[in-house]
């Protein structure tokens, strides 16, 4: 398993940006696939991005397509999710999570996943 701990979070206003941090532990970081989600307040968590084990594929969430940006550095064992443009709408916990060995951007998605992190409170203001 991995072990994640993310970071960045604050208050920021509309219109802003913003990039959170994950930082991973473990032998098997650079081999899995892995997910930022968020749950705002009184709403279930939800997939926000995913990011294949090499970087080499992305997929997002509708409502913060070209706006967000999901990466990592497997030298470092962070995942990272850049923020931009930010919207009242995405007040939120943010979590990283990482799935199983050969998870896939899908399964992510789905919420097949091995590890969460313990959360970083985003809070935009309008």
């Known amino acids: 398993q991995v072990q994640l701990v993310e970071s960045g979070g604050g208050l920021v206003q509309a219109g802003g940006s913003l990039r959170l941090s994950c930082a991973a532990s473990?032998?098997?970081?650079?081999?899995?696939?892995m997910g930022w989600f968020r749950q705002a307040p009184g709403k279930e968590r939800e997939f926000v991005a995913a990011?294949?084990?090499?970087?080499?594929?992305?997929y997002y969430t509708d409502s913060v397509k070209g706006r967000f940006f999901i990466s990592r550095d497997n030298a470092k064992n962070t995942m990272y999710l850049q923020m931009n443009s930010l919207k009242s709408e995405d007040t939120a916990v943010y979590y990283c999570?990482?799935?199983?060995?050969?998870?896939?951007?899908?399964?992510?998605?789905?919420?097949?996943?091995?590890?969460w992190g313990q959360g970083t409170l985003v809070t935009v203001s309008s």
């Open positions: 473990g032998r098997t970081f650079g081999s899995v696939a």
């Open positions: 999570a990482a799935g199983p060995p050969g998870s896939t951007l899908y399964s992510i998605k789905m919420g097949s996943l091995d590890s």
């Open positions: 990011i294949r084990w090499n970087g080499g594929s992305t």
